[in-house]
């Protein structure tokens, strides 16, 4: 009975969800690790809508990685390309969005997502940032002698700017299905308590 209920309460909050957002998009920012684009995916199959990764599609745009765009051009024209890359996606909702962690520092970057639906920050402490960070030897945080130092200053220079965020859910050391629901959950309480229209105009609650 209770399995059936939690059931019918999800699927209540994925019918809600879908009926709020119509053709906006749910972008999820937050730092490496955070589990941005393993969730993000998880959450767009429930709701079945497409997900997009922004650095796959700038990779794509570019024709380079993300790596080698930083190592040719610098940072400067990697945020150019991605805030192109994040506007031209965000007009093709809805959709689930996971951006990269920079990505929502840049001012008319986040404007740009604020105008097309809903930020939602996945915030995580730094513990299991760097549990999960450490067993990808691709990040290039880790090539640092001192990484968790450099996960500790991201922290404390991104998070107060990841609070503009529209809703925030708290990245938790659960199952991917279990973390899957509870960021449906989060999102259907999130309209219940904001107008439709503001979903629809873009505007920020905060």
Do not use: C
Request: net charge negative; glycine share 8%.
């Amino acid at each position: 009975m209770e399995k059936q209920m939690q059931t019918s309460s999800l699927s209540n909050d994925i019918a809600l969800i879908l009926s709020t957002l119509g053709s906006q998009s749910i972008t999820i920012v937050g730092l490496m690790g955070a589990g941005k684009s393993v969730i993000g995916r998880k959450v767009a199959s429930k709701l079945k809508i497409p997900f997009v990764d922004a650095d796959a599609e700038i990779e794509k745009a570019a024709k380079m990685t993300v790596a080698d765009i930083f190592a040719s051009y610098g940072e400067p024209e990697f945020r150019r390309l991605e805030k192109s890359v994040i506007k031209r996606v965000l007009e093709s909702g809805p959709q689930i969005l996971a951006t990269g962690g920079g990505a929502y520092m840049d001012d008319e970057t986040r404007a740009i997502i604020g105008q097309n639906g809903i930020s939602l920050w996945l915030s995580a402490d730094i513990d299991l940032l760097m549990q999960r960070v450490s067993k990808k030897t691709t990040r290039p945080l880790l090539r640092n002698p001192d990484p968790r130092g450099v996960m500790e200053d991201l922290i404390n220079e991104r998070y107060p700017v990841y609070g503009l965020a529209d809703l925030e859910v708290a990245s938790q050391d659960v199952s991917k299905d279990e973390m899957t629901n509870n960021m449906i959950s989060a999102l259907a309480e999130y309209m219940r308590r904001n107008e439709p229209a503001h979903i629809e105009n873009g505007a920020s609650d905060r």
